[in-house]
């Protein structure tokens, strides 16, 4: 087993007791026993911004348009803690896979540390700069200070939501993927009640509009994180244990300690270098929807908002696929830790042919239903039918989609983190915006040759991704 586990205390302590032993068994019933938790633990992380979007979206086009860039902003800077989490996973799953408990909490509580700082600097970019950034966008006025109040807001309460991101990838790497499922459905719960009364003004509460959607946001998560952080210092789990022992489920046992704590830069060094990469793929995806929106918004607000729109769904379909993806890439890290490289490799396999036929599925329904699906955000006529297509045109490369997420997500679950940055960056800045900003003017497309350049770069990324997971170099990657 190629890994490096020094720079950790008491490696030779006796090892903590695992009651679920991913690296053994049947690969396709781990996948999905795995797999189905972090598919609605996904899908509920993003079901926030949407449930946001769906209200704002009573109070018209610009606010619509308001929320979704300011929404760019606040994927920017969440990409960044999503890299960093990335670090995290892959060296905690090595550990588990190796059955060294202790090192895992240990790197866990390092990881914590390091998005702490983060959420500072989170925090003073909101409070000084989401007015300049808005205004990068060339927006109406309106759309600029809706946005704006959005952002500030997010960002300086940006701790909470960052802290739960860890704990969350914590537990999940370590095998337990229920707990975290179960914190966020209750944590969703609170924002789906609580939306409609504080952005529109239901019962005793008073009409906050935009900023009621990120006080909601950030009052729920709260909720999210005292549950997680309770779970994991107390080492207890919230679901109960007869249904997770009829089912077969883990549970990582973490307990994390702040006793004897200590900086060790040489933990924090690792989680870094291995979850740069990501946060700078994660970053220039964020950074490409900034010029998107720029491409846009010469076509009016309502191509802004239908855009908009279209990214919301896309979000949400691409939910489900993502945790697919982080439960294949959890146990290719475990398999690798556990010295067990080609059992890693078929069960990356399986999980990506496994999305492709549940993205076959998806695009068919966004076929038939689009715009039924456009008028849950707003009804106005025009952004229907603009909406509608954007979403129709985008299913060409859904198909592909799930394929290459769950690849890269093997890939940089295994710590192999730089050739993924490598081929996001090539497919967005080499050929989808530059076909983006060349369709529209340039050809009979209009504002959907933006739609058309995603599909191409993503008909790129996967020939990409599969030649390189076939390669194989990941498996020998050393975290």
């Known amino acids: 087993m190629e890994e490096e586990t020094e720079g950790t205390p008491e490696n030779d302590r006796s090892r903590n007791r695992f009651d ?58 969440m990409s960044a803690i999503m890299g960093l989490a990335m670090g995290m996973r892959a060296i905690i799953a090595r550990f588990i896979g190796a059955r060294d408990l202790q090192s895992a909490n240990y790197v866990a509580v390092q990881a914590f540390l390091v998005s702490a700082v983060v959420s500072v600097i989170m925090a003073l970019i909101g409070l000084f700069l989401a007015d300049p950034i808005m205004r990068l966008f060339l927006l109406e006025e309106e759309v600029v200070l809706q946005g704006a109040t959005y952002l500030r807001i997010v960002f300086v309460g940006g701790i909470v939501m960052v802290v739960r991101m860890m ?32 952005v529109l003004g239901w019962w005793v509460f008073p009409q906050l509009g935009v900023s009621g959607a990120a006080f909601t946001n950030i009052i729920s998560q709260s909720l999210g994180l005292g549950l997680s952080l309770w779970v994991l210092f107390t080492g207890r789990s919230i679901y109960f244990d007869s249904i997770r022992k009829m089912l077969r489920l883990g549970q990582s046992q973490m307990k994390l300690t702040l006793d004897n704590f200590r900086v060790d830069p040489a933990i924090i060094w690792r989680i870094i270098r291995i979850g740069v990469p990501s946060s700078i793929m994660g970053m220039q995806m964020a950074l490409a929807g900034f010029v998107f929106v720029r491409i846009m918004a010469p076509f009016g607000t309502f191509a802004v908002a239908a855009h908009t729109i279209s990214q919301r769904v896309e979000m949400i379909l691409f939910m489900p696929i993502m945790g697919l993806g982080m439960a294949a890439g959890t146990l290719a890290g475990q398999n690798l830790g556990a010295g067990q490289p080609e059992r890693a490799e078929r069960g990356g396999w399986v999980a990506a042919l496994v999305a492709l036929a549940l993205m076959a599925v998806f695009s068919l329904g966004l076929l038939l239903g689009a715009e039924s699906i456009v008028t849950i955000f707003n009804k106005e006529s025009g952004l229907v039918e603009m909406g509608s297509s954007f979403i129709r045109i985008a299913t060409a ?28 960056l090539l497919m967005m800045w080499l050929i989808q915006l530059p076909l983006a900003y060349v369709l529209p003017r340039y050809t009979d497309l209009g504002v959907y040759g933006v739609r058309w350049a995603m599909v191409i770069s993503i008909g790129v990324g996967t020939i990409a991704y599969t030649a390189y997971f076939r390669l194989g170099r990941w498996k020998r990657k050393r975290v």
């Open 167 to 198: 704990c969350e990838g914590a537990m999940q790497a370590a095998g337990d993927a229920v707990t975290p499922m179960w914190i966020g459905v209750f944590f969703r719960f609170l924002h789906v009640a609580l939306c409609p009364f504080m």
């Open 20 to 77: 679920r032993d991913w690296t053994q068994g049947s690969i396709i019933g781990n996948l999905m026993k795995l797999s189905w938790p972090m598919m609605v633990s996904s899908s509920l992380n993003m079901l926030g911004p949407t449930i946001d979007m769906i209200w704002v979206g009573k109070l018209g086009s610009a606010a619509i348009a308001a929320v979704g860039v300011a929404g760019i902003g606040v994927q920017l800077l």
């Open 397 to 424: 490369g859904y198909f592909l989609i799930g394929f290459v997420i769950v690849l890269q997500f093997c890939i940089s679950g295994a710590g192999d983190t730089i050739p993924p940055m490598v081929i996001s």
